[in-house]
């Protein structure tokens, strides 16, 4: 199942955990455990708190600020 949640992360964009759980038939705190395994491995990494306006954003395009929780990003 991590090789099936790297491949929906590899495809790009932005995944909430609730979607990435319904892709994987599974419930998000289970996805959350997962991506703290992928962290711990080194494939992914959080995403620190924005500092910045959404305007001046390289990320503005993809980001979801109400989505509670940690943001994630590939590491490789």
Excluded: F, N
């Excluded at 993809?62 to 590939?74: F, V």
């Amino acid at each position: 199942m991590l090789d099936r949640l790297l491949e929906l992360l590899r495809a790009g964009g932005t995944h909430r955990v609730s979607d990435l759980a319904r892709a994987l038939d599974t419930t998000p705190e289970l996805v959350e455990m997962m991506l703290e395994d992928l962290s711990r491995a080194g494939y992914v990494k959080p995403v620190a708190a924005c500092t910045e306006t959404c305007a001046s954003c390289p990320l503005a395009d993809s980001c979801i600020p109400a989505q509670p929780g940690k943001a994630w990003t590939l590491s490789l």
